[in-house]
């Protein structure tokens, strides 16, 4: 079990470096005592994603999760792969908030690439489902990026829809 | 009755226990299409934990929801412990394989005894919900608590086990067997079971791979995803189990696959305190947790749950993120239904064993 992971971990970096053009880093390795690799891999080329989520669909791997965060340059994405029990985790910087879906090759990607343009307003090219996930149609599209109270969400200020039921109420006069 | 049309279901609906909203394309009597809305109960815990620290997280994410309670902060502080560089005592890494076999045996016996309420066998419901009571005391006569069981800390469990406990387990243990293998026998021959079950909701190998799904779910078409095994943590490979699969594809092979697991769980915790080490249920003190980043998972009830923790040196981390097994269970819905009747929608949503609060978070 182990060293067939170990096998496959290898096979897996070396057609990394023959599909991904700008290439990567393997910045570490997690090992513990059970036999266990976890793969950390930071990209060059945020349009290398694509390539990266072929290689790991031909392997039978899917897409665990994405993580996205914010930094000062912009956002940092880690993309988390299975394939055949090992976790990869794949960072890339995108500096403008967009990135390629990989939902066209995994299908798995589909409702986390969508959560994530509803959060943090990360734009997602050529999903083919790019309907809102979590916030209703009357929110800001990336509210995670936001700090709001909760006092402040409570008394309506997320959203005009509490107003403007008011307002209605009211004969549609704004006072 | 060749006409079609949209019958909406939920976000707040009678057979949902929890709010999501389904648009469901109608033609006659059988569904043809769905489309799924959720966010209805997104309580934003993903920010919310990057406002407490290391510690504080573990009671957060227990509250994620309540069926998987326990494998939330499991989860969570495994990812904290690959940071920390923190190996748990062997006494510690039994007691939460113990700990988290009872949580699923009790989860998978509620789910089955819903599966029974949505085709209409009542009795049934109320002899499966019996069986699981038993259990439910053995979570509060240990844990002290009937769902949530603070069982785990960063670097170890919050209790321990003594003798007069262990004999208890294990009587409590042996008085399920008989009765889940009488209800295995119901779920598995009744003719009304059967009817409402067999051929509904199928959901054939090749799509679930593609999909992704996970847990029961998956293992239902035959997809071998138990972490447990094929991304083994704590104790789990010393442990002596087989993965349970099924290749009837629907929802009655999703049933039996939970009820199968439900006889498993008891063995891996007989298993457990046949083999309970002695020792220390913690490591010493509390570990700082230096910057790093780790990923953890489990094989909670439902399937897979994922923990990335990205610290940064501080008490607080810098970003977290779960996904939780529903969350990738839900697309398959999209394949299940098609095809199906009206009456049988409820029914197959339960196959894939729910939760609406941890997938938003």
């Known amino acids: 079990m182990t060293i067939a992971k170990k096998e496959m971990v290898s096979v897996l970096l070396a057609q990394l470096k023959i599909y991904v053009t700008s290439g990567y880093e393997h910045r570490f390795s997690h090992f513990d005592h059970l036999g266990n690799e976890d793969v950390y891999i930071s990209l060059h080329d945020k349009g290398d994603i694509g390539k990266v989520a072929s290689v790991f669909q031909h ?25 055949t029990g090992i976790v990869l985790t794949v960072t890339l910087l995108t500096e403008d908030g967009s990135v390629d879906s990989i939902t066209p090759i995994l299908k798995s990607a589909d409702w986390t690439e969508r959560e994530m343009q509803d959060l943090f307003d990360i734009k997602i090219i ?22 709001m109270t909760l006092s402040d969400a409570m008394t309506g200020a997320a959203t005009n829809t509490l107003w403007e ?4 109420a009211k004969g549609g006069h704004d006072e | 009755m060749s006409e079609t049309y949209r019958v909406p279901v939920g976000p707040i609906h009678i057979a949902l226990e929890e709010p999501v909203y389904f648009k469901v394309k109608v033609h006659g009597e059988s569904v043809e299409d769905v489309d799924i809305l959720s ?27 309540s069926l998987c309670s326990n494998n939330h902060p499991f989860t969570y502080i ?14 510690a890494e039994y007691l939460r394989v113990i700990a988290d076999e009872v949580k699923r045996a009790a989860s998978h016996l509620f789910n089955v005894s819903m599966l029974a309420h949505l085709v209409g066998f009542h009795s049934l419901m109320t002899q499966t919900m019996e069986t699981r009571e038993v259990l439910q005391d053995v979570k509060e006569s240990i844990w002290g608590n009937r769902m949530d069981l603070g069982a785990n800390t960063i670097g170890g469990v919050k209790y321990d086990l003594d003798k007069e406990q262990i004999r208890y387990l294990i009587k409590q243990l042996n008085l399920i067997k008989k009765p889940i293998r009488e209800l295995t026998n119901i779920y598995s021959n009744n003719r009304i079971v059967r009817a409402r079950t067999e051929g509904v909701g199928l959901l054939p190998k090749e799509d679930a791979v593609r999909l992704g799904v996970v847990g029961p779910t998956a293992r239902g078409s035959g997809v071998n995803n138990d972490i447990r095994a094929i991304y083994p943590y704590v104790v789990y490979d010393k442990l002596n189990f087989e993965v349970i699969l099924e290749d009837g594809c629907d929802v009655r092979a999703r049933a039996l696959v939970r009820l199968r697991e439900v006889f498993q769980a008891i063995d891996l915790v007989e ?6 080490p002695d020792g220390p249920v913690t490591t010493p003190g509390l570990p700082r947790i230096p910057e790093g980043e780790g990923v953890a998972r489990t094989e909670a009830p439902r399937g897979e ?22 969350y990738l269970n839900w697309e398959a819905l999209k394949v299940m239904m098609p095809g199906n009747k009206i009456a049988d929608i409820s029914v197959i949503f339960n196959s894939i064993d729910p939760c609406i609060s941890c997938t938003e978070r």
């Open chain 1, 59 to 83: 392997h039978g791997g899917r897409v665990i999760t994405i993580t996205p965060y914010v930094v000062d340059s912009g956002y940092q994405i880690a993309y988390h792969f299975d394939v």
């Open chain 1, 126 to 147: 050529g999903h083919p489902n790019p309907d809102r996930l979590i916030l209703d149609e009357s929110m800001a599209q990336g509210i995670f990026k936001e700090y």
């Open chain 1, 165 to 168: 039921r008011i307002n209605e």
């Open chain 2, 39 to 65: 966010g209805f109960v997104h309580r934003g815990m993903e920010a919310l934990v990057l406002r407490r620290n290391f510690l504080q997280n573990m009671i957060i994410t227990e509250r994620t929801c």
């Open chain 2, 78 to 91: 495994m990812a904290v412990e690959k940071i920390a560089g923190v190996r748990i005592p062997p006494r």
């Open chain 2, 271 to 276: 298993q457990c305190l046949r083999g309970l």
């Open chain 2, 305 to 326: 749950l994922f923990f990335y923790v990205k610290s940064n040196g501080t008490d607080k981390p810098e970003r977290m993120k779960w996904r939780v097994p529903t």
